[in-house]
């Protein structure tokens, strides 16, 4: 592998994306993607008694899920680069404890998917691993505890708020494979544009999406068509139109080939999702359940996927700092 | 498009593109479902008369079932959907106040009856005891006073 540009990773051996897998909770079963999705639950608590559990067990499966999809025996796995949204990622640690796999914690907010997927396929070409699984999960409900009221308080959210997306995805990179394959990278800096509005993420993190999209398309000299798709991780709707008219003022224009994870889980009109989906989970099981088959069955030959986070914690917030926003790339090809 | 530079530019841009509250809609279902829940505590005020109390104990009463009845539609899950529809409409009224107990005391109960239920049950009702005690002492005072 090599340094191309400012902040781009182009390996010369591409890592392939082995297997992927998905499940999701009960509302995103309800949205337009459900049918791309491994597994879908009928409950947010899936027989545990906390939501925290729920979600710990639903990462738990999805690894356990990847592993079996792949024919690999666990201990195939070197590594597992995992993170979460929870205080000190607990759903990994508690979901992964008993898998026996070496593990790091991985913490970019929504952003963790393509982190763990960057640092996963640097260790796979640097011969450091010959299988690694990188996974994700968000959960509605945790996260609502976590960063805002409890459940049952009867209060309004307002149009620009989204919704944290139930469910994990997890895929295994590896040296062997026919492909997808990892042929670059570009992790993203932190960009702070003053939001401070914890109900306008995709506002909040536009800024450092766009930072890493030009900064892609100038390391690699590549222009927003060479793509059939570019997925950003959770803008939503109001981020997405952000994001795409800012690309336009710098002179990229990714209009027709330009989508969002958080716009594509649900339904707006029909599941009351106000901006669309977000959490670490939306990109993960949205690439896991839908683009990674789309370039298995070729229908698709490249992808840009910038998993997007905003980088706050409730105390940040009451203490009235603004929210810095991180988005790493990965351009997936056949 | 301008390039936007400054965060101040971004600002400007941020609030063109986010949606704003349907804040008529808001006003007039907070106003009607206001009203109603206060028709219905002055339904149970007038019964209690009629039944005899004295106007202290029948307006005791009146707080008691309101108080019950969010709590109760707080666990069923239903207080939630109404408040989401009306708003400032069940948060104002007594309504609001039980409910903002009630829902972390479900929502806490995980971390134990002491530290989760006992220890969070004030989390979001909390300052509004804190202001609304303190704010009563030095009304009371002035009061005393003049």
């Known amino acids: ?334 | 498009m301008e390039q936007i530079n400054t965060q101040k530019q971004y600002d400007k841009l941020v609030k063109e593109k986010s949606p704003n509250s349907p804040i008529l809609r808001d006003c007039f279902n907070a106003f009607w479902v206001g009203g109603l829940i206060c028709s219905i505590g002055q339904i149970i005020l007038d019964f209690c008369i009629f039944k005899g109390m004295d106007a202290t104990l029948a307006s005791t009463v009146v707080s008691i079932a309101l108080i019950a009845i969010s709590a109760l539609l707080t666990s069923l899950n239903i207080f939630n959907r109404i408040g989401k529809f009306a708003g400032a409409g069940t948060l104002i009224p007594i309504t609001g106040f039980a409910n903002s107990i009630v829902s972390p005391a479900i929502e806490y109960k995980s971390e134990g009856y002491v530290m989760g239920v006992g220890g969070k049950m004030f989390t979001v009702a909390g300052p509004v005891l804190v202001f609304g005690i303190s704010t009563s002492i030095i009304v009371g005072i002035i009061a005393s006073i003049f």
């Open chain 1, 1 to 334: 592998m090599h340094k191309i540009g400012k902040q781009t990773i182009c390996f010369d051996n591409p890592p392939s994306i082995l297997e992927a897998a998905s499940i999701v909770g009960p509302k995103e079963a309800d949205g337009p993607m459900a049918s791309y999705f491994d597994k879908c639950l009928e409950d947010e608590f899936w027989g545990e008694k906390s939501w925290e559990k729920a979600e710990s067990k639903i990462i738990k499966e999805t690894v356990n899920l990847v592993v079996a999809k792949s024919n690999l025996a666990t201990s195939d796995i070197d590594y597992v680069f995992a993170g979460d949204l929870l205080n000190q990622c607990i759903s990994s640690d508690f979901g992964l404890r008993e898998s026996n796999i070496p593990y790091f914690g991985v913490f970019g907010a929504c952003s963790t998917f393509t982190e763990s997927m960057c640092i996963g396929s640097v260790f796979v070409e640097a011969n450091g691993a010959k299988n690694v699984i990188c996974a994700t999960s968000s959960h509605f409900c945790s996260a609502e505890k976590q960063f805002r009221f409890p459940l049952e308080l009867g209060t309004q959210r307002p149009p620009t708020a989204q919704w944290t997306v139930t469910g994990s995805g997890a895929v295994i990179l590896s040296q062997t494979g026919q492909g997808p394959y990892i042929t670059n990278i570009t992790p993203g800096k932190i960009v702070d544009m003053g939001v401070k509005d914890a109900n306008n993420m995709g506002a909040a993190m536009a800024p450092a999406a766009l930072d890493t999209l030009i900064t892609h398309f100038q390391d690699t000299g590549r222009k927003p068509s060479y793509y059939d798709a570019i997925i950003t991780g959770d803008l939503g709707h109001v981020g997405k139109e952000i994001l795409a008219e800012m690309a336009q003022s710098k002179g990229y224009n990714i209009n027709s080939n330009y989508n969002d994870c958080g716009v594509l889980m649900f339904d707006k009109e029909k599941q009351d999702t106000h901006a669309g989906g977000s959490g670490c989970a939306c990109i993960a099981t949205v690439f896991s359940g839908y683009f990674f088959k789309q370039l298995k069955d070729k229908k698709m030959k490249r992808i840009l996927l910038i998993a997007t986070g905003a980088l706050m914690n409730s105390t940040s917030m009451q203490q009235g700092e603004s929210i810095p926003g991180i988005a790493h790339a990965i351009s997936i090809e056949i």
